[in-house]
């Protein structure tokens, strides 16, 4: 006798009609994963894909929703024909009652990437985006540029030849030489942010092959994060958290709704970016004053080291007062403050990356004293370390 029969719910059986070859995807995966274990379990449909696979659902598959990539109108076809609920995690696609959108927030991720920079002094800001083809909008890099405009500044970005546009590649291999010119052409010290990692890598081995040192001349931030990536990369690369994991989490939680009946939003739901993963491609300084620039390159290099505030004025051969001055005028925070803030944000990366103790990590970062890396953790990120390592494990499913 069935469970239904007996008076028990049935298991929800739902299709995950994801490509699974990026990180974000995978997190976005364990984000639904989270959310059917809360509910006791669900049968879920999925099968391995590439970026570039076109998505479907088989012929004799039954079941109650799907959540996936509607990137494909063959897709959107079989979907709308079986008459069953649907959400989208993708971008490429318009909100919409019948297939509602739960997606990270284009716009406070365009703002955030451009923030990074216009935070380190960059005063010159470059975008290499998606290619054409990939059908994505222009919210980002139409964020990035109003953030850009806002700070003074103006926004370069890499326009793709037709060529280029036709090749089904979710980096960038043909036109190097175009790329590689628009790079030697953009003005010194420039902060890219890049749409992928796997873009990140190409304009990295690109600045390689043109001599351009990354991340003093060029500096990298990716819009998508991704640790093999980053780690195949010659220069770790910096990138957005986008939350794929709690993405993942509110889009069963959606789904779950309208299979039982409730209407989708009016409003896609967007999830905001947990913030910047700061690695060695961006770490650098876009201020045109060489007494700061040297001071924060000293901080930088050294931060994993107990040093103090007065061994960089003794490195730089300046007086406190100077060096204190200048950095209130152009960074808007003391030499102190920015030394906190490199720690503790290598310090992040760590609590998110890898199983090193807390005593470990505070060591790693230049703290004489866990106690005093703890207190410090907690005035910049408002949370200790060991909570943050857990909810950044756990992806904060409740956003």
Known sequence: MSNSLLGVPARRSIALIVQTATEWSRDVLQGVA??????????????????????HLPTDWKGHGVIGRLTHPTLVRS???????????????EHSVRFPNVVSDQRACGEMAARHFLDRGFRNIAYVGAAPHMGYSTLIEDTIRATVSEGGSELYSFQYSPKQT??????????I?????????LPKPVGVIVWSAMIGRSVMTMCANATIDVPDDVAILCVEHDDLMSALAPVELSSLDQAGRTVGYKAAELLDQMIQGEPAPDQPIEVPPRGVVARRSSDATGFQDEVVTEAIRYIRDHADEPIQIHDVEKALNVSRRVLENRFERLVGRSPADVLRRVRVERAAVLLRDTELSIPEIAFRCGFNH??????????????????????????????
């Not at 030489?177 to 052409?185: K, P």
Request: hydrophobic share 30%; proline share 5%; glycine share 6%.
């Open 34 to 55: 989270d959310y059917a274990r809360e509910q006791g379990g669900w049968d879920c449909f999925i099968e391995p894909h590439g970026f570039w696979d076109e998505l």
């Open 79 to 93: 979907i709308t024909r079986r008459k069953i609920p649907c959400v989208n995690v993708s971008w490429s696609r």
């Open 166 to 175: 036709m090749i089904r590649e979710h980096g960038i291999r043909t036109d």
């Open 177 to 185: 030489a175009d790329l590689q010119r628009w790079l030697l052409e």
């Open 370 to 399: 866990p106690e005093s890396f703890i207190r410090c953790f907690k005035r910049m990120m408002d949370d200790v370390p060991s909570h943050y390592r857990r909810t950044n494990r756990e992806g904060e499913r409740n956003g």
